[in-house]
């Protein structure tokens, strides 16, 4: 990367003085000698002088272990008025905006220069040419691998929560930054363009210093829906075929001489799906009315995108009926589209002799069609549905393969597009719907009471439930009278689902399941279908089998419900309505597993141990009842909510539950990370797939699996992870339940203040404002509350008990625990884990947050941390934390001096808001820079909950 000859003259980074890589070096200092001039134009020369002197205070305080430059630049802080306060939190969080996009722009440049490095026999590491590579290698026959194609079933899935705190705005500003980045990194610039380069990033840092940070007014779930298409319509449409792009040529390269192209054809194995706008769940702002208009922006959407491709597309597939045949099949096509939609007659005279062209304006004027009658009531649109338009492609592709030009069939614009259409179809990304059992459980209720059935549902025991549910899914008369007087709640979920039903009807692929919240029965399951019934989506038919058009999903979410989920889906598998079900659904099962509220009710030890455990349990009881399974895992983005690598996390999955289906949530402000970038979201997807492939391939033969699925192995490991699990959970349990706790998290993060910001539409409590506790705050805002004053107790706490007591229980525990570490990839992934969100934590910031209660909970914290950090680096064998990952292990080092000043300046306004003293225009400014801070240091961690 070419960089001025003389930097302006703006903050000093130092980032080689770091030990981060010579290209991200090179770039830190640039952006933070651009900021600097920006910030002293904008701010003044006293608050530029101010930020170096708060930035050089706490580097020589990271540096030397001196708490007291931490205290001198406090009181620094605490003498400024809240205007250059505010000031300086924009210039630090700003900073901290322009490294996150450097550090992106490094990853796909260090990717891109590995691949460049790669060859047939060494492909780059954990990239789709590798997995097909040790497919090869294994000695797998093209047969064995399409066999494991065929099962690949990975879907991502798009939730709003936790949600991104930037602005789209900010995104965008960082987005036109990083592509100058990228501009100014081409080997060819001149110097004037160079120089054009700079001051078009130094205008862009501009503009983000001079945009408000905060949103003007709370987050709609409209907004969220556009947040979250926004990515799926761009770098996410053009990844999904450049990951197929990547497979066929892997295949070519391994397998290729054994067969000829088509024997090479991929399976639609990467498909999108998303909550945003049906996930109801403690949200009252998703209303159906808000359902209906997702879906309808899904469709709208969908059909832009494709149109748009159709156009590209029309412009270069020229082939004329005078230079190659064309097959009677394509003429046929086009005079049967001739009857349901037609072409201006200028188009007929110039295109006469381009058959191709001639069918991609009319499959253009098709979807014209579709978008023209989106609001058409049911059965007025045209009946061109999405199967029917990869038929059309199918039937393009296979003109082109008559007329000598097979090559551009099978690859470049039109193969990609046919990938798009299996993956997005008219819908984009399939809307999951999903609720909590207790409004099933009262929508069922209200309808039994009204319908003279029963008069106190509610009041039944779960074995009388069944009996009254069983009876009542027999019964063709439906429930509802004429008319009836529904309570409020009871009218939105069924309108809910007779907005499914309409959407179903224009696009089978429109919806996907439908997620019950905390389901601990299986009334629980049997209640959904009910509602389902009532609706006209699910229907027992006169010769007893069933019609549904939903997959019902139970989520186990607590610890209780984890141990719970083998014995609950053992009696729906053996209930014989349910058994129709789901024969009707072609006997799949998905499951849903909850890795927030499971860490939030037991510790990161016990959840993530419950979870694996019920993992390997539902497969072998889906697999003793012949159903087949897919696993939908709700992991956040922090380690304290099931975050981390998500292809390490997808090894670390016991052997039974590697069956190729695979469902993911890509949560919040994990979705700006990994696709705001296209290079990014490649290199995301392809480690995924590379993960799935190679986990499916390690699983047990199906000839000796039968052993594996009798039960859960019984050995000294499981049995030693149970006793540090049960260890650890008790020691969290102890934390979070004792009666100073609760008081002192209120006084010493700043929860109060992440319960106002503007930040997503979903409230961070079940309950009021005012009766916010812990079992109300949701986990997402329990996370945030943590990571704030840098203690990351989610991602840890109770570790250090956990490990340390067996340790002292057996004097062989240590030896085996470090054979766990070195071949049980679980055991890996959850110390690892754990080690990094340690290496996130700082006490000697902390502990200022702490001061601020009065409850002695922090040298409780400090004891367990310390606990921890020993029983991990005497079992993984390192000799600090992070030893074994220097990348993150530097950029951790270059950001604490950043982040410790937003938290030194977040602490002086949260005392100056509790002294009181402020009100109006005033107290509304404080507030507004307090949002500002959480901004500030949730873009320093890289993470909100």
């Not at 000796?704 to 019984?714: D, H, I, K, L």
């Not at 506790?773 to 329990?782: S, V």
Request: charged share 25%; glycine share 6%.
């Amino acid at each position: 990367m070419s960089l001025p000859a003389q930097l302006p003259d703006g903050l000093v980074v130092e980032a080689e003085g770091e030990g981060i890589s010579v290209p991200l070096s090179r770039q830190v200092n640039l952006l933070g000698a651009l900021l600097g001039r920006a910030i002293r134009e904008r701010y003044g020369e006293d608050t530029f002088r101010l930020v170096e002197d708060l930035r050089g205070l706490c580097r020589d305080a990271a540096r030397t272990n001196n708490a007291a430059k931490h205290d001198e630049a406090a009181r620094l802080i605490a003498g400024q008025a809240l205007d250059t306060l505010t000031a300086v939190l924009r210039a630090f969080t700003t900073f901290f905006h322009l490294v996150n996009k450097a550090e992106q722009l490094e990853i796909v440049r260090i990717n891109r220069e590995r691949a460049r490095a790669a060859t047939d026999d060494a492909p780059r590491g954990e990239s789709v040419a590798d997995a097909v590579h040790e497919l090869k290698t294994a000695g797998k026959a093209l047969n064995e691998v399409r066999t494991l194609l065929q099962r690949l079933d990975i879907q991502p899935t798009f939730t709003a929560h936790p949600t991104e705190a930037r602005r789209r705005t900010i995104l965008l500003h960082q987005q036109r930054i990083a592509d100058l980045l990228e501009a100014l990194r081409a080997p060819d610039t001149t110097p004037a363009e160079e120089d054009a380069l700079v001051r078009a990033i130094e205008n862009a840092i501009r503009l983000l210093l001079a945009t408000d940070e905060i949103r003007p007014a709370a987050v709609t779930v409209e907004d969220e829906v556009r947040h979250g298409l926004y990515f799926i319509g761009t770098s996410v449409w053009e990844t999904v075929p450049r990951i197929h792009a990547d497979l066929r040529r892997a295949l070519r390269t391994y397998y290729g001489g054994e067969q000829d192209e088509e024997a090479l054809a991929l399976p639609p194995f990467l498909r999108y799906r998303s909550w945003i706008g049906g996930d109801r769940d403690g949200n009252p702002r998703v209303t159906p009315q808000v359902t209906a208009w997702t879906l309808r922006v899904h469709r709208e959407d969908a059909l832009l995108l494709h149109r748009r491709a159709l156009d590209a597309l029309r412009l270069v597939l020229s082939p004329s009926d005078r230079q190659t045949p064309v097959p009677g099949a394509l003429r046929d096509s086009i005079e049967a589209d001739r009857a349901v939609v037609d072409l201006p007659e200028r188009r007929w005279r110039q295109n006469r002799h381009e058959p191709v062209r001639l069918k991609l304006m009319l499959m253009q004027a098709k979807l014209d069609r579709l978008l023209d009658e989106l609001d058409a009531p049911s059965g007025e649109f045209l009946a061109y549905s999405a199967t029917e338009y990869r038929a059309d492609l199918v039937l393009l592709a296979d003109a082109l393969r008559e007329a000598g030009l097979g090559a551009l069939a099978d690859e470049g614009p039109l193969a990609d597009l046919r990938v798009q259409a299996e993956a997005f179809g008219f819908h984009l990304a399939a809307l999951d719907l999903r609720q909590h059992s207790r409004v099933h459980e009262a929508a069922v209720a209200d309808l039994l009471r009204l319908a003279g059935v029963m008069e106190d549902y509610a009041a039944l025991d779960e074995a009388e439930r069944l009996l009254v549910l069983s009876a009542e899914l027999r019964n063709p008369r439906p429930l509802l009278p004429p008319d009836p007087a529904l309570h409020e709640d009871t009218r939105r979920v069924l309108d809910v689902l007779l907005i499914a039903r309409q959407a179903l009807r224009r696009e089978p692929e429109a919806l996907g399941s439908y997620v019950i919240s905390m389901t601990d029965a299986v009334s629980d399951v049997l209640e959904v279908l009910l509602l389902l019934k009532e609706t006209g989506l699910w229907r027992l038919l006169a010769d007893g089998r069933v019609e549904s058009a939903l997959d019902v999903a139970p989520l186990f979410e607590t610890i209780a419900d984890l141990e719970h989920a083998e014995a609950l889906l053992e009696q729906l598998f053996t209930n014989p309505v349910y058994v129709r079900h789901l024969v009707s659904r072609g006997r799949m099962q998905e499951v849903m597993l909850g890795y927030s509220d499971s860490n939030k009710d037991g510790g990161y030890w016990m959840a993530n141990w419950a979870l694996h455990k019920a993992q390997g349990a539902i497969a072998r009881v889906c697999h003793s009842f012949d159903v087949d399974l897919r696993f939908f895992h709700g992991r956040g983005g922090t380690v304290g909510r099931g975050g981390g690598r998500a292809n390490q996390a997808i090894r670390a999955m016991p052997p039974e539950a590697q069956n190729g289906r695979i469902r993911f949530t890509e949560q919040g402000e994990v979705i700006s990370f990994r696709y705001a970038h296209p290079g990014i979201a490649r290199r995301h997807l392809e480690q995924i797939v590379h993960a799935q492939l190679g986990a499916l391939a390690e699983a047990p033969a199906q000839a000796s699996r039968e052993q594996a699925y009798e039960g859960p192995t019984v050995d000294p490991q499981r049995a030693l992870m149970q006793q540090i699990a049960d260890r650890s959970m008790d020691a969290y349990r102890a934390l979070i339940d004792a009666p100073d706790f609760w008081p002192w998290y209120l006084a010493a993060t700043p929860i109060e203040h992440i319960a106002g910001l503007p930040m997503a539409s979903r409230p961070v409590s079940r309950k009021a404002a005012s009766e916010v506790d812990f079992e109300g705050l949701r986990a997402i805002p329990w996370v945030f509350g943590w990571t704030q004053p840098r203690y990351t107790v989610p991602g840890w706490y109770g570790v250090g008990q956990g490990l340390a007591n067996a340790l002292a229980a057996d004097a062989e525990a240590a030896g085996e625990l470090q054979a766990m570490h070195a071949d049980w990839p679980f055991f890996q992934a959850v110390a690892g884990n754990a080690l990094r969100e340690m290496a996130r934590a700082r006490f000697v910031i902390a502990r200022r947050y702490a001061a601020m209660a009065d409850e002695p909970v922090h040298e409780t914290l400090v004891d367990e941390f310390e606990r921890a950090e020993r029983a991990l680096l005497r079992i993984t064998g390192q000799e600090r934390l992070l030893a074994h990952s220097p990348v993150i292990e530097k950029s951790i080092r270059l950001r604490n001096p950043y982040t410790d000043v937003l938290n030194l300046v977040q602490l002086d306004l949260m005392r100056r808001w509790r002294a009181g003293g402020a009100d109006g225009e005033a107290a509304e400014a404080l507030r507004a820079a307090l949002f500002v801070s959480l901004n500030g240091i949730a873009a320093a961690m890289q993470s909100t909950g």
